[in-house]
């Protein structure tokens, strides 16, 4: 398992070199542990020279598979250190307004309520954190665009749609658009303050794009007040559909242009380390990546 280990290091830092500085063993090591998993394979895992590196295909295929192993054992020791002894200590977690607001409320009082002598401090911002200079044991991020390669753990979680949505008093008052071009005569409600310019980039299921700047009635970080704006018939706002599901399901609001896309985002789980993880961390780690995807669903 340590050959695993360290193959899915290696892959996920994109190089020897960098997954040896997060490991904090000599890459020599790891290329030795990766050599002795490729013989006991009988395949090449990953082609190396002095000036480059790229994981086969095979190597991919393995990967995925190698993930999810040491997934599982890390969860298994999780779970026998929590039930060995009573699980204590602080658990710090980064994460924006909207992800504590609409996916994070309810997982965090379910584990606090498992776990009586855990303590979750939670950093609730909209900016981008150093999670070692911070102190973070980890992050919860969205990201529209694959996150910059780093010496932190990155786990993928979900994909998120977007939608552009109104209350019906709006689109009575002031039209149902049909085409995007449409969009143009609407008032937009904005997530975020700056730039103050807003842009309208949706995609189609075919494929087609659409995008155009316009000038946002409300600009604010906060999507509750974003959706209130919204309900009370200022304008089209494009967010999460999952952080509307009351407001569809009662038809406060309504997709406009639903045929259209307002984006996609991944969510990720962010980590500075595997190694030396706290049990109280890891448990909490393993309870957001097996819960938190459900929470996106966009059930209605």
Request: charged residues 20%.
């Given at each position: 398992?340590?050959?695993?280990?360290f193959?899915?290091?290696?892959?996920?830092k994109?190089?020897?070199?960098?997954?040896?500085?997060?490991?904090?063993?000599?890459?020599?090591?790891l290329?030795?542990?990766?050599?002795?998993?490729?013989?006991?394979l009988?395949?090449?895992?990953?082609?190396?020279?002095?000036?480059?590196?790229?994981v086969?295909?095979?190597?991919?295929?393995?990967?995925?598979?190698?993930?999810?192993?040491v997934?599982e054992?890390?969860a298994?020791?999780?779970?026998?250190?929590?039930?060995?002894?009573i699980?204590?200590?602080?658990?710090?977690?980064?994460?924006?307004?909207?992800?504590?607001?609409?996916?994070?409320?309810?997982l965090?009082?379910?584990?606090?309520?498992a776990?009586?002598?855990?303590?979750?401090?939670?950093?609730?911002?909209?900016?981008?954190?150093?999670?070692?200079?911070?102190?973070v044991?980890?992050a919860?991020?969205?990201?529209?665009?694959?996150?910059?390669?780093?010496?932190?753990?990155?786990?993928?979680?979900?994909?998120?749609t977007?939608?552009?949505?109104?209350?019906?008093?709006y689109?009575?008052?002031?039209?149902t658009?049909m085409?995007?071009?449409?969009?143009?005569?609407?008032?937009?409600?904005?997530?975020?303050?700056?730039?103050?310019?807003?842009?309208?980039?949706?995609?189609?299921?075919?494929?087609?794009?659409?995008?155009?700047?316009?000038?946002?009635?409300?600009?604010s970080?906060?999507?509750?007040?974003?959706?209130?704006?919204?309900?009370?018939?200022?304008?089209?706002?494009?967010?999460?559909?999952?952080?509307?599901?009351?407001?569809?399901?009662?038809?406060?609001?309504?997709?406009?242009?639903?045929?259209w896309?307002?984006?996609?985002?991944?969510?990720?789980?962010l980590?500075?380390?595997?190694?030396?993880?706290?049990?109280?961390?890891?448990?909490?780690?393993?309870?957001?990546?097996?819960?938190?995807?459900?929470?996106f669903?966009?059930?209605?």
């Open positions: 398992m340590n050959d695993y280990y193959f899915v290091h290696v892959v996920e994109k190089g020897f070199a960098p997954a040896g500085r997060a490991l904090n063993i000599p890459k020599s090591r290329s030795r542990h990766i050599s002795q998993l490729e013989d006991q009988g395949v090449r895992l990953i082609q190396r020279t002095s000036r480059q590196f790229k086969t295909g095979i190597g991919e295929t393995f990967y995925h598979h190698a993930r999810k192993a997934d054992i890390e298994a020791n999780a779970a026998i250190e929590q039930n060995s002894k699980l204590t200590g602080k658990v710090r977690v980064s994460c924006s307004v909207g992800m504590a607001q609409f996916a994070l409320s309810q965090v009082i379910r584990f606090l309520k776990h009586p002598d855990v303590e979750i401090i939670q950093q609730v911002t909209n900016q981008p954190v150093d999670l070692i200079d911070s102190g044991d980890m919860i991020r969205g990201h529209t665009s694959p996150l910059p390669d780093s010496t932190l753990i990155q786990r993928r979680l979900a994909s998120v977007w939608g552009l949505l109104a209350s019906p008093s689109l009575e008052h002031a039209g658009p085409i995007p071009e449409e969009l143009e005569v609407h008032a937009g409600l904005m997530l975020g303050w700056r730039p103050e310019i807003g842009h309208w980039e949706l995609q189609a299921s075919d494929g087609s794009t659409f995008t155009k700047t316009y000038q946002p009635r409300l600009c970080e906060d999507m509750v007040t974003l959706k209130q704006a919204a309900s009370a018939g200022l304008g089209i706002v494009g967010l999460p559909l999952y952080t509307c599901r009351d407001e569809l399901r009662v038809k406060r609001l309504v997709r406009v242009l639903p045929d896309t307002a984006g996609n985002a991944d969510i990720s789980l980590m500075p380390s595997r190694q030396g993880v706290p049990p109280a961390v890891s448990l909490f780690a393993n309870f957001l990546r097996d819960e938190l995807p459900n929470n669903a966009e059930k209605i």
